[in-house]
Each structure stands twice: as structure tokens, then as C-alpha cells.
């Protein structure tokens, strides 16, 4: 299994940019695709961005399109979220996970990290 632990998420005004980091310890990392969700006060979590195990796919949900970019540093152990022209909208617990196959389709995380909040205003 996975451990993930996120950083970097802040109170921001909108418009500016956030990189959030997801750091991850354990062998599997690797082989590992990872994903970003995000939980907005009285919703549900929901799919933000995926990145396959080699970062030769990403998808990302159609309202962060783009405005965020996801990617992986194998030799740091580590997934980013770069979130550019952050609107209130935003505003939400980032979650990173790691699923249990090299590819995000057709499976659900099988880790979870404890989450950063990020506050957009206007």
C-alpha cells in the first residue's frame, strides 16, 4: 500500500496560482497511477485529474481543463497539481490517491492522502 501526504493548499485570491504536492512513500509508487479529487464543502468528492503510471496519459475533469496540469516526479516520489487561474469555485479538500493499477480507468484509488484545503475568494 501507498502512503500519500499532500501539501501546499492556502487561502488565495482568485486568479492566482497553487501548486499542490502529493508525497509518497512505499515501492509501489512507481507503478502506480495517481489521481487528484477534491471534496467541496456539503458535496461530494469528486474527480479532479489522473496520471498514468509513466505520465504518458492524464485526464482531468472538464471544469479545471485547461487551468490545472498534473504530473509526476518518480524520482522524488511525487505527484503535483498545478492550478492556474483558481476561481471560488474551487474552494474544496484536495485529496491525492494512488490506484492499484498502472492506468486510472476502469478502477477506483486504492490509497488516499489526508487532504489540503484550498480557499479561493474573490
Known amino acids: 500500500q501507498v502512503q500519500l501526504v499532500e501539501s501546499g493548499g492556502g487561502l488565495v485570491q482568485a486568479g492566482v496560482s497553487l501548486r499542490l504536492s502529493c508525497a509518497a512513500s512505499?515501492?509501489?509508487?512507481?507503478?502506480?497511477?495517481m489521481g487528484w479529487f477534491r471534496q467541496a464543502p456539503g458535496k461530494e468528492r469528486e474527480f479532479v485529474a489522473a496520471?498514468?503510471?509513466?505520465?504518458?496519459?492524464?485526464d482531468y475533469t472538464d471544469s479545471v481543463k485547461g487551468r490545472f496540469s498534473i504530473s509526476r516526479d518518480d524520482a522524488k516520489n511525487t505527484v503535483y497539481l498545478q492550478m492556474n487561474s483558481l476561481k471560488p469555485e474551487d474552494t474544496a479538500v484536495y485529496y491525492c490517491a494512488a490506484y492499484r493499477s498502472r492506468y486510472y480507468s476502469g478502477s477506483p484509488p486504492g490509497s488516499w492522502g489526508q487532504g489540503t484545503q484550498v480557499t479561493v475568494f474573490l
Open positions: 496520471i498514468s503510471w509513466n505520465g504518458g496519459t492524464t
Open positions: 512505499g515501492r509501489t509508487f512507481s507503478y502506480s497511477a
